[in-house]
């Protein structure tokens, strides 16, 4: 048994970040959630985020910031929704940077409040494409704070673990099924509207997860 | 000559990074500033940072956020601002992973704009030992980009150049003055007062500087 199990937990609301907090727990990790307004399309999976650590009792943050260059369909309404039709095509949903600067947040987090782990619920198997999502990037971002930190340079490294990385769509309903996840409470879909909208990319992977994975999303039944 | 000369200089209003600024233009970049506005105790470096960007002509963005968890003095009025006074302990000054988020703001900045390029006034001589301004922390800030980024999937990547990280603070006075570096218009001290205290980690660095190399402080003379 590891002393020290604090953790910061990057949620989004989504059925990854979500199912990855609750594998958290069920570790024995205690995660501070670290949620984020960005100035995304809608602030529906912000709510959904708040919503869930507030049900576990858990602290949560809001860091709220905005990149004034916009460059993503996720943050510019005037951009569209594409989806990534070639798997060696990033589309325009990619928010360039997005997951370096989450984590870097994270880590000025992990620094202050003395975590030794953060987690995130990248996937690099049904996924987008983008490049902060892969085992590489998250090796190199380990990597770097190892020596940018000051628990790092002390040798009491912030360890980043992204524990659904190699698992299919499928898989993560599964577990998140299995962890007891509140997945009606969940929220991927890139749109804000009542209903997830089913054709963007978000919604077509987490669609295809639930239709292999043999389950019906409670989503679809409201 | 090479073609893209665009790039993204991160600007505090501070003697390293106006100098980076002169010296990245000398060199024949097309430079745009990136500012923070992150709830620092004073607002007089942005002021400064922005007067400088104006009076050049050169686009600038601010970029506003703010860290909940504090966990610095240069964030936190409640804490001391301490000096550093044994080269192996870093002080209550440092904020953070701020070079870190920085930086991850600069690459996405860079990325939307296809900048080939990010500066910064790192400097890792005279310099109050935060471990985010060493050269070891930027080369694995480089190889963390070039995997995490579109560009640096693509092949294009976006070079992180600290050029001042191994120079005195004499040499960068030195340097100052020679590119013509409106040194009144900078502004180093922690503290936001009218002129400056004289005793922070960074006016002890710049005074230092100055004396060394033999010249007078325009901010001392006002």
């Given at each position: 048994?590891?002393?020290?199990?604090?953790?910061?937990?990057?949620?989004?609301?989504?059925?990854?970040?979500?199912t990855?907090?609750?594998?958290?727990?069920?570790?024995?990790y205690?995660?501070?959630?670290?949620?984020?307004?960005?100035?995304?399309?809608?602030?529906?999976?912000?709510?959904?985020?708040?919503?869930?650590?507030?049900?576990?009792?858990?602290?949560?943050?809001?860091?709220?910031?905005?990149?004034?260059?916009?460059?993503s369909?996720?943050?510019?309404?005037?951009?569209?929704?594409?989806?990534?039709?070639h798997?060696?095509?990033?589309?325009?949903?990619?928010?360039?940077?997005?997951?370096?600067?989450?984590?870097?947040?994270?880590?000025?987090?992990?620094?202050?409040?003395?975590?030794?782990?953060?987690?995130?619920?990248?996937?690099?198997?049904?996924?987008?494409?983008?490049?902060?999502?892969?085992?590489?990037?998250?090796?190199?971002?380990?990597?770097?704070?190892?020596?940018?930190?000051?628990?790092?340079?002390?040798?009491?490294?912030?360890?980043i673990?992204?524990?659904?990385?190699?698992?299919?769509?499928?898989?993560?309903?599964?577990?998140?099924?299995?962890?007891?996840?509140?997945?009606?409470?969940?929220?991927?879909?890139?749109?804000?509207?009542?209903?997830?909208?089913?054709?963007?990319?978000?919604?077509?992977?987490?669609?295809?997860?639930?239709?292999?994975?043999?389950?019906?999303?409670p989503?679809?039944?409201?």
């Amino acid at each position: 048994m590891k002393k020290n199990k604090k953790c910061v937990v990057l949620l989004s609301g989504g059925l990854d970040s979500t199912t990855t907090l609750y594998y958290v727990i069920k570790q024995g990790y205690k995660p501070v959630c670290l949620i984020f307004d960005y100035g995304q399309r809608h602030k529906k999976e912000i709510y959904c985020a708040k919503k869930i650590a507030k049900s576990l009792g858990l602290k949560y943050y809001v860091v709220k910031f905005g990149l004034p260059w916009k460059g993503s369909s996720l943050i510019n309404k005037k951009l569209k929704l594409t989806k990534s039709k070639h798997k060696n095509v990033i589309p325009l949903t990619y928010v360039p940077a997005r997951n370096i600067i989450f984590l870097s947040f994270a880590t000025s987090l992990a620094e202050v409040i003395d975590a030794n782990y953060i987690f995130f619920g990248a996937n690099q198997i049904d996924f987008s494409g983008y490049p902060d999502c892969r085992q590489e990037f998250v090796d190199a971002f380990q990597k770097m704070i190892n020596v940018g930190t000051k628990k790092g340079v002390s040798g009491k490294k912030i360890k980043i673990v992204a524990p659904l990385i190699n698992l299919t769509k499928e898989e993560i309903v599964k577990l998140a099924v299995k962890l007891g996840v509140p997945l009606q409470n969940t929220w991927s879909c890139y749109k804000g509207a009542k209903r997830p909208c089913g054709s963007c990319d978000s919604c077509r992977f987490r669609k295809m997860g639930f239709k292999k994975a043999g389950l019906v999303d409670p989503l679809d039944k409201k």
